[in-house]
Structures are given as structure tokens and as C-alpha cells.
């Protein structure tokens, strides 16, 4: 309660900016063409917010009958670069064919009465069409800034103990770190036959090192209710067991769980 609601308005402020820049770029809606979307492809998130109802990417993608490709990567602010230019004007008309037909002209008044929008008009819809985007992603941005939390408390309680944050070079195994540091985001490879490597939120190589001189790991996990924990618990199960295979069973991987974590997680992850 005191930190998800700031997280939610500052990244609703930012994306109002991006839907504003949408309805410049499609003439406050009312040009949503394939010369459009071509020349402003990152628009298309916003674009499926402003129909009724909303389209989640694969409801937009049946509906229209294009390519998944595509659709990614405009999501992503690109094009297919693949696809032949004839090709890609004919599917991009197909997609703007279900947008202009579901437009949510509740939210845009202007269309109907054939005129420009006021600003206060335009400000309202952008506001909403903000909303139904965070909305959209609300639980990301909540356990991003939770789990960002995380990171900063582990910091500042190693700096108290004297240990200083350093990157580890690329390349450079984390049995090489120097003691006494740690580090943020780090990959370590795990795999015999094919390398892969893993995300780890906190590498911490100890002031006393360990004879095989592996760090001390850990994984930052914050719900914000009981519903997804046990879906992502799979994800904690697999990298001990990659880890172990690779590195042997004296592996330190901890999990510092902030939030709603049950029995049947807390169960499942001891197990493993």
C-alpha cells in the first residue's frame, strides 16, 4: 500500500505521453492506415486499448488473420523485416480494418461528430486509454518496483558489512569475483552438453572465501497476492537443479520471498 500506488502513477504519467503521441500520429485516430502503422509501428499497443473491448496481441492477431511475427514485433516497436513490402501493406490493412471497427467511440466522441477534438477531449482519452494499458500490465509493475526493492535492502545491508557492489567482467566465471563483493543481474552458464546461461538478482562472493570459491546466490521473488506464486514456483525448482548439476550440491542459492507466499509454494520449493 505504500509503494504500488506511486509505482502505478508514474508509469500511467509515461504511458499517457506514448498514447498521446499515438493519436498525433493517427490524426487523433481518425488515419489508422498501413502508412501509418508502418511509419509508427509502436503505436499498435495503444491502438488495442482503444477498442471495445480492448484486444489482448492474440485475440488481434485471430481476428485479423496475420502472422504472430508481425504483431510481435510492431509490439515491440518494429517491423517484419522478412516480409515483402506488398505483402506487409496487405496485412497491415487487415489489422487496421478491426481497429477502426472496434474503436471505442464512447472514449472518442470526436469520431462521430466528424470533428477535432478539444483538448480536454483528448486529454480524458488519453488518461483512460493510460489506464487500460497499466491496467493491463499492473502486476508487472508492481513486483518490478517490489522486486527493485529487494535489491536496493540487499545492497544497502551488505554495504553496512563492508562489501562493495563490482560488476564481473564478461566472460569471467563467478569463482573469480573478488572477495567481499557482489553484484546485480548476473548470468552464470549451467549445462554440460549445450551452455545456457541463467539470471541470478544477487551474486555475493563472501570476505571468507570457500575452497571451490562459488558466491553465494540469490533470487528476489515478490507476489502480491496468492494466485501466480505457485505457477512461477517451476522457475526456482529448475535453476537449483541446474546449478547443482553444474556445480555440484554445496550451491548456496536463496530464495528472499516479500509477499504473499503459501504453504503449498513454501512445501514445493523445500522439497526441491
Given at each position: 500500500?505504500?509503494?504500488?500506488?506511486?509505482?502505478?502513477?508514474?508509469?500511467?504519467?509515461?504511458?499517457?505521453?506514448?498514447?498521446?503521441t499515438a493519436l498525433l500520429a493517427t490524426d487523433d485516430l481518425r488515419n489508422i492506415d498501413a502508412t501509418t502503422?508502418?511509419?509508427?509501428?509502436?503505436?499498435?499497443?495503444?491502438?488495442?486499448?482503444?477498442?471495445?473491448?480492448?484486444?489482448?496481441?492474440?485475440?488481434?492477431?485471430?481476428?485479423?488473420?496475420?502472422?504472430?511475427?508481425?504483431?510481435?514485433?510492431?509490439?515491440?516497436?518494429?517491423?517484419?523485416?522478412?516480409?515483402?513490402?506488398?505483402?506487409?501493406?496487405?496485412?497491415?490493412?487487415?489489422?487496421?480494418g478491426v481497429l477502426i471497427r472496434l474503436l471505442d467511440r464512447d472514449i472518442f466522441p470526436w469520431l462521430d461528430a466528424k470533428k477535432n477534438p478539444t483538448d480536454r477531449e483528448r486529454e480524458r482519452a488519453?488518461?483512460?486509454?493510460?489506464?487500460?494499458l497499466c491496467s493491463a500490465v499492473a502486476n508487472p509493475i508492481v513486483r518490478n518496483a517490489q522486486e527493485q526493492?529487494?535489491?536496493?535492502?540487499?545492497?544497502?545491508?551488505?554495504?553496512?558489512?563492508?562489501y562493495r557492489k563490482q560488476s564481473n567482467p564478461p566472460g569471467q566465471p563467478q569463482t573469480q569475483m573478488e572477495a567481499g563483493t557482489y553484484t546485480f543481474r548476473m548470468n552464470v552458464p549451467v549445462g554440460e552438453a549445450v551452455k545456457v546461461n541463467i539470471p541470478i538478482d544477487v551474486v555475493i562472493q563472501p570476505r571468507?572465501?570457500?575452497?571451490?570459491r562459488l558466491p553465494?546466490?540469490?533470487?528476489?521473488?515478490?507476489?502480491?497476492?496468492?494466485?501466480n506464486t505457485n505457477k512461477?514456483?517451476?522457475?526456482?525448482?529448475t535453476k537449483i537443479r541446474q546449478l547443482k548439476t553444474a556445480y555440484g550440491?554445496?550451491?548456496?542459492?536463496?530464495?528472499?520471498?516479500?509477499?504473499y507466499f503459501g504453504s503449498d509454494y513454501l512445501g514445493y520449493e523445500a522439497a526441491e
Open positions: 500500500m505504500r509503494f504500488a500506488p506511486e509505482a502505478y502513477r508514474s508509469t500511467r504519467i509515461k504511458t499517457t505521453e506514448h498514447v498521446k502503422l508502418k511509419a509508427n509501428p509502436g503505436a499498435l499497443p495503444t491502438l488495442r486499448m482503444c477498442t471495445a473491448p480492448p484486444l489482448a496481441v492474440d485475440r488481434l492477431i485471430g481476428l485479423a488473420g496475420v502472422n504472430k511475427s508481425l504483431i510481435g514485433r510492431m509490439e515491440q516497436s518494429k517491423l517484419s523485416i522478412r516480409m515483402k513490402a506488398e505483402v506487409l501493406d496487405y496485412n497491415l490493412g487487415k489489422v487496421c488519453s488518461t483512460i486509454i493510460a489506464d487500460r526493492r529487494q535489491l536496493t535492502g540487499i545492497g544497502e545491508w551488505l554495504h553496512q558489512r563492508g571468507r572465501l570457500r575452497k571451490d553465494v546466490l540469490i533470487e528476489c521473488k515478490s507476489a502480491g497476492d496468492f494466485t512461477r514456483r517451476k522457475e526456482e525448482a550440491p554445496g550451491v548456496r542459492f536463496v530464495l528472499f520471498l516479500c509477499g
